[in-house]
């Protein structure tokens, strides 16, 4: 398997990119004028100027001098020139255009259904404790993170560095660590000499020891600590007042969040099926600065990459690049505390995705996160600093890996191992479980280029069944339940649907670097419903003509490209006109692979395929529900063209549209509302593409008619005010998404867009989770329920005989199916009788989730 460039190319990417660091970026990048003094000030006039640029792009007419209007949308919506289509329906270029697949009559009958949805019984919801009551003494080694305790007598602030790890911090806002001689001092900042490992030796008794064996003891009152290093001596630990916390940044949420009454009952809370946690092991780990989380919090996390630091924050030449400004323009580099210019909507090269921050979010109502790991190995190849293997696979471990690092950590902060809201789950009754303890369920996802490390060279591919299943079971080893065929290149699997404008080029070119091939982009099939192609290509007859490009999509892409990437690659060929259907469509090796998907109980998510692999896929998953078997589809982030959202609903899938602005996800929601299948449950959610070089939704103004007053309520009752993060104030009406955690913020933005819909669009949302749980049950072999379905009612007697006394809610379903609604300790199912073809039949449930009786109605 190589899914890598052959020697030869890197050897040669990396000769010339040594050449054209600066040169490339020069030629290509918008040319502004000289880099300003003050780079602490550029970000507020960029982003008036942004602001001010996206009005002008949304559909509206200006008054002409005869009192004539001219609209400005080309009339269907969308504006072409929106660099990112985050707005559009499908991010797939010309596609976001095409007329809606279905009839008015049929939407009309799916929004009247959903709106009956939402005036079902409500599952009764609880507040939760953030964290266990703090005792006088500290019960293990892992209760006294975050809290405040007299040790020699000083009051001190435990700072956990990990789980059973800490820093001493004093109220003089200073670290207890070790010198030489075996002294101590106090430190003005967090070292490993401050890093302090505690074990419990007895009732209230701790030792407190460093990772080279020194262990804390004591000494003289008089010495300047009253503490010595040796031998660890078991010291007493006494809850205190008097203390002083590290700095960190601040969720600004108050209240309790919300769980459910029962482990197994109905859920609520917003998913976000699209997100890059751990990006900044990407591309070599040298592109997105600073980590989501560090041991040594904030100040030592958001940190500018080190060669953004270069002359004062004009070594940036990737994020200038990114920005549309001439290399060598510039930033200020300083994250914490200040954040004058990142995190911002538009800053695609810094962390926006840090623990707290997504805190945050989880505070005001996120339950579902699906993390994706991902790499492109030709741009890491291409990208001259890098600390990281370039390989898909080495990529997708160390990813893993972090996120099972980050876990532990978030445990540490709230008191031990499983006591942190940050939950891995590989199952959709784990996932259910969590959501009702009040925690996020963490889904890990994978989206590359080359999955499972099954490239295609030369149109054949680099991998054997046996080794692509070998890849797959180990991928599910590691946790893996959400995955893309593909990212931005054909491979052994799939066509990939491209890119366009001036990027299209440019991705093409690595596409031979990757396959050795180009993109076998023809003329779109007459039979192929409108809208359904892929990405138009350059150069093409129809440039010839005049026709106007299409947008361009993947900005990272086009940066790293433009800066380092110019390989000697032949010119791709001369197109024919558009529209433009790559030829290479889902192999006999793709089909393999979906089949062992579905065996695998992992989620399809078809975003990124030609329309070819996708149309293909999708008849191969029909083909599959037919027969009985259940497969699990997600549409995560906008990246399917509008033919395929109806099927995949009907599919029994889960769609989460590209965020983008509030503005233009609402009319995405409302479009939705007429796909929707009457067999299945409906709820929605957003796909952020946060970290993944996404752009994030800009600030509709201070100005705005009816903008985000603070605090409000989220979701669950929390109250939710302006995020601090250090000297930062973030406010969503004027910053846009900069960071995470300002989701809650844009939630509350987009039902204050929603006008009178803004009740409806809340419940949809709020739905969103309990609808990707179902959608990934029914992936567990769940029949649907048996209310939407009549097809699959049983007779009242049958029914009853099924539903054991002693059964656990998951055998349960197994025999019976999903319940069309679980409140508290009920599941509600339809049966049937001669003469009634519905019967409501309730299956009661004991606290633990075990059958104790059913009964009609």
């Not at 370039?390 to 499983?418: E, H, K, N, T, W």
């Not at 396959?515 to 440039?543: I, W, Y």
């Amino acid at each position: 398997m190589t899914p890598t460039p052959h020697p030869v190319q890197r050897v040669l990417i990396s000769v010339l990119t040594a050449l054209g660091v600066v040169t490339g970026g020069v030629l290509t990048a918008d040319h502004d004028p000289a880099p300003s003094a003050n780079l602490s000030s550029t970000y507020d006039a960029q982003a008036r100027e942004r602001a001010e640029a996206a009005a002008e792009r949304r559909p509206h007419a200006h008054t002409g001098a005869a009192g004539t209007t001219a609209v400005l949308d080309g009339g269907h919506g969308h504006v072409h020139d929106d660099p990112d289509t985050k707005n559009a329906i499908s991010r797939s270029g010309e596609a976001a255009t095409a007329p809606d697949p279905t009839t008015g009559r049929e939407r009309a009958r799916s929004r009247a259904r959903v709106a009956a949805q939402r005036t079902l019984g409500e599952p009764r919801l609880t507040k939760v404790p953030l964290r266990s009551p703090r005792r006088r003494v500290p019960e293990s080694r892992y209760a006294m993170a975050g809290g405040c305790y007299a040790l020699g007598g000083r009051p001190l602030f435990l700072q956990a560095t990990g789980l059973g790890s800490y820093l001493l911090h004093s109220a003089e806002r200073t670290f207890l660590a070790a010198s030489s001689g075996g002294a101590t001092t106090w430190a003005a900042s967090p070292s490993p000499d401050a890093d302090w490992a505690v074990r419990r030796t007895g009732p209230g008794r701790f030792t407190f020891t460093l990772a080279d064996g020194r262990g804390l003891r004591r000494t003289s009152p008089s010495s300047a600590t009253g503490f010595a290093t040796g031998t660890a001596e078991p010291l007493a630990l006494r809850r205190a007042d008097g203390c002083t916390a590290v700095p960190e940044v601040t969720t600004n949420v108050s209240g309790r969040p919300f769980g459910g009454a029962t482990s197994f009952q109905e859920v609520r809370g917003y998913v976000d099926p699209h997100v890059h946690g751990q990006t900044h092991e990407f591309l070599g780990g040298r592109v997105i600065c600073s980590p989501p989380f560090h041991r040594y919090g904030a100040a030592a996390a958001l940190v500018d990459c080190p060669d953004h630091q270069v002359a004062g924050g004009r070594g940036a030449l990737l994020e200038d690049v990114l920005a549309g400004k001439t290399p060598g323009t510039g930033h200020d580099p300083v994250g914490w505390p200040t954040f004058s210019y990142w995190p911002n909507p538009h800053s695609l090269t810094h962390q926006q995705v840090y623990y707290k921050w997504l805190e945050r979010a989880w505070r005001a109502g996120l339950r579902i996160h699906t993390s994706l790991l991902t790499e492109n190995h030709v741009l890491c190849a291409v990208y001259p600093l890098k600390k990281n293997s370039c390989d898909d696979r080495d990529a997708v471990r160390l990813q893993a890996q972090d996120m099972r690092a980050m876990q532990d950590y978030v445990d540490a902060q709230y008191g031990g191992p499983g006591r942190g809201w940050y939950r891995i789950v590989t199952d959709p009754f784990e996932a259910r479980r969590v959501i009702n303890q009040g925690k996020l369920a963490v889904v890990m996802g994978m989206e590359t280029s080359v999955p499972l490390g099954c490239n295609v060279q030369l149109g054949r591919p680099t991998c054997t069944e046996e080794q692509m299943l070998a890849e797959l079971a180990e991928m599910r080893r590691l946790g893996v339940s959400q995955m893309e065929l593909t990212n931005k290149f054909d491979n052994a699997f799939t066509g990939v649907a491209g890119d366009a404008g001036t990027i299209g080029p440019l991705t093409n070119s690595a596409n031979f670097l990757s396959t050795g091939s180009f993109l076998r982009m023809r003329q779109c099939p007459a039979a192929n419903p409108p809208g359904a192609e892929d990405k138009l290509q350059s150069p093409n007859l129809g440039d010839l003509g005049g026709e106007r490009q299409t947008p361009e999509q993947d900005a990272i892409f086009g940066a790293i490209w433009k800066l380092f990437g110019d390989v000697g690659v032949q010119p791709a060929p001369v197109y024919p006109a558009g529209p433009h259907c790559n030829q290479l469509g889902l192999s006999p090796l793709g089909e393999r692979l979906l089949s062992a998907m579905i065996d695998s109980r992992i989620l399809v998510d078809p975003d990124h395929m030609s329309v070819a692999g996708r149309t293909a896929a999708l008849d191969y998953l029909e083909q599959q529900q037919a027969a009985g078997r259940t497969p699990g589809v997600v549409s995560s982030h906008s990246w399917s063209t509008p033919d395929a959202y109806p099927r995949i609903y009907r599919l029994g899938g889960f769609v989460a549209p590209y965020a983008g602005d509030s503005t233009g996800f609402v009319e995405k929601w409302r479009q939705h509302l007429g796909w929707t299948d009457p067999r299945y449950y409906f709820g929605f959610g957003f796909g952020s593409d946060m970290n993944g070089f996404g752009s994030q939704g800009d600030p509709r103004g201070a100005g705005a008619s009816n903008p985000v007053t603070y605090p409000f309520t989220g979701l669950g009752g929390v109250t939710v005010d302006r995020q601090r993060s250090g000297e930062r104030v973030f406010d969503v009406n004027t910053d846009g998404v900069a960071h995470y955690g300002l989701y809650a913020d844009w939630v509350e933005d987009a039902e204050h867009v929603a006008g009178a819909d803004g009740a409806a669009l809340a419940d949809d949302l709020s739905r969103g989770a309990e609808a990707y749980l179902q959608t990934w049950e029914r992936a567990w072999g769940l029949a649907p329920d048996s209310c939407r379905n009549p097809g699959l009612r049983m007779t009242v007697r049958a029914f009853t005989r099924a539903a054991d006394a002693g059964l656990g809610t998951r055998a349960l379903m197994r025999r019976v199916g999903q319940p069309w609604q679980r409140l508290g300790r009920e599941f509600t199912y339809c049966a049937r009788r001669p003469g009634t073809p519905r019967v409501l039949m309730t299956v009661e449930l004991s606290r633990s989730g075990t059958v104790v009786g059913v009964r009609r109605g």
